[in-house]
Structure formats: C-alpha cells, structure tokens
C-alpha cells in the first residue's frame, strides 16, 4: 500500500511521501528537512506531535538531521514523541555563536577545496544548524559575509570559505583537538562509580586523556552553566546509558549539536532500554570493568583523531 502524507508531523513540510509498511502498521516519512523516518500508524494518525510546541517540533527535526544515517532510519513511536520536549533541550541551550560556529565548520567540512561553493538552501537547512526559521540562518550567514569568513558569487549561490574563513575553522578545531579533558555523562549512583575509576578513568589515560564527571569538581556555578562549559572545553564526550538517566541524553545531546565526538557505552543487560534517539549508534555494551576499559581503549584509539 503507498500513501502520500500531506505533511511532515515535525517540521510540517507540506507534499512529503510516505509509504505504508505493513506488517509493522508504520510508515516510511521521506521528508526534505527531517530526512528519513518511520512513524507508527497511531502516532502520525492520532495527531500525538501536535501536542508538542512547535518550537520544540522543529527543534526536533534539526536533531532527526543532525543524527541521520543513511540506511537506519530512527523507529518513531507516540511514546518518542511525547519525549520530544526532553530531547531538544540541551539544543535550547545552543547560544547564537554557538550556531554561528557550527556553520563556518559545516562549510568547512563541506569544502574539498579552497574556493569551493558549499551547497546551502535557507528553506530546508535551517533545522540543520538548530535554528528556529530561515530567518535566523540568513542573520547568521549575513554576520558571516558582512565579517569576512564568507563571500558569495551571486545572492542566490552557496557559501564560500575566504581565506579569514578558513583560519577561523582552524581556531574552532583547535580549541577542541588541543584539549585532553574528556567529558564523562553517567549515572552518579555510588555503585557504579568503579566504572568510572576502574574502567573509563584507566582508559582514557592510557590513550593520553583525563576524564573527569561533572560530580568530581567543586563549583559555585549553576549546574547546567557548569556542565555547557565543561563540554565546550572538552575533546571528546563518553556517555554511559547505563540506568537510563535523563542527565545523560541531555549532556549527549548537547554535545552532539556542539559537534563533539561522542562514544555511547551501557551495561549489555539494559540495551534494549536505550531510547530511539541513541539507539541506532554504536554503542559499546560491557559486561564488568575489565570488558569496557578494554573496549573503550580501542574505540577512543579509532575514533578521536
């Protein structure tokens, strides 16, 4: 059976397609900014997003973006939905720098070449950079062209890295590669805080890195500032599932749309309660210290250049 949807149920992009699957009652959503999702039957017919703001539905469709991979689309069921304002959350947090920075390194990431025209279309690449409208990616790319990081051929092509441009995605990429803290998202439940000394802390040391918790400092910040500043400073996040503590997916969350590196552990006996948003990366499911200090080695040696 194939039918079309009239509208995206986050970003409400009118004419998307979507086909039926049948034996899951679900449906295949090809949609322009949100990419590739499949909705349950009841969430998409029983109108469940419209109960979320919109502000955190668009929110929503800039993390559906920013966590695309191709060929595992995310499963979105009602229960997902109704979890939407707790998943966009961190993004709330992103400072308009914060967007800004996040531009001049996707041009730059997007660059094969100096001089290269980077594709970026204002209608459907706003959710990418956790704007809330075209509006707000045109203020930023204007600041960009007015200060020199960008220039433009046409006012209709894309963007072009300039020479200043490229020496500020230096600097943007060094404040973070120059770093050895490694931020660690956990449960802080004192049982599991051998994990920490025997396993991550270990670990990180013997790849050149000092991990370090949140819980671990003393501060008079608020606790949220505290958290934002120690994941803008670090090189690489480490985030363990285990428990299922929403601490965790908010700090995840906020360092992914920073542009961090981000390692996802659990404890194997609790992966099927990982929530949809996490689910479809590679997490390391450990058994005991001695298993995830082993793993995490070869993962931090693999994947944070």
């Not at 009118?14 to 039957?41: A, F, W």
Request: proline share 3%; hydrophobic share 35%.
């Amino acid at each position: 059976m194939r039918n079309m949807v009239d509208k995206c149920i986050f970003c409400e992009t009118q004419g998307i397609e979507g086909n039926h699957l049948g034996l899951k009652d679900s449906y295949m959503i090809n949609c322009p900014l949100c990419m590739r999702y499949i909705v349950s039957s009841i969430a998409l017919t029983g109108n469940v997003a419209q109960e979320i703001p919109k502000e955190d539905r668009i929110l929503f469709s800039g993390h559906l973006r920013n966590n695309y991979i191709e060929h595992r689309p995310p499963e979105i069921l009602s229960q997902t939905i109704m979890q939407i304002p707790d998943i966009v959350a961190p993004y709330k947090r992103l400072s308009p720098m914060d967007k800004v920075n996040k531009l001049i390194l996707y041009i730059a990431d997007s660059s094969k070449h100096l001089g290269d025209v980077v594709s970026l279309d204002l209608n459907k690449d706003y959710v990418l950079f956790f704007c809330k409208n075209t509006k707000e990616l045109f203020e930023i790319r204007e600041y960009l062209r007015e200060t020199g990081i960008i220039k433009m051929r046409t006012e209709n092509s894309g963007p072009i890295l300039t020479i200043e441009g490229w020496k500020k995605s230096e600097t943007l990429k060094e404040i973070n590669k120059n770093s050895k803290a490694v931020f660690v998202a956990m449960c802080f439940d004192k049982d599991l805080k051998g994990i920490f000394d025997n396993a991550i802390l270990p670990a990180c040391q013997e790849c050149g890195f000092e991990a370090f918790r949140v819980d671990s400092t003393e501060h008079n910040e608020k606790i949220c500032d505290k958290i934002i500043a120690d994941l803008k400073s670090s090189r690489f996040v480490i985030a363990d599932f285990t428990r299922q503590r929403q601490g965790v997916y908010f700090e995840a969350g906020f360092a992914r749309g920073l542009g961090l590196e981000v390692i996802w552990t659990c404890k194997k006996e609790e992966a099927d309660s990982l929530n949809f948003d996490t689910r479809q990366y590679n997490h390391i499911l450990w058994d005991g210290c001695e298993d995830l200090k082993g793993q995490l080695i070869d993962r931090i040696k693999a994947t944070v250049k």
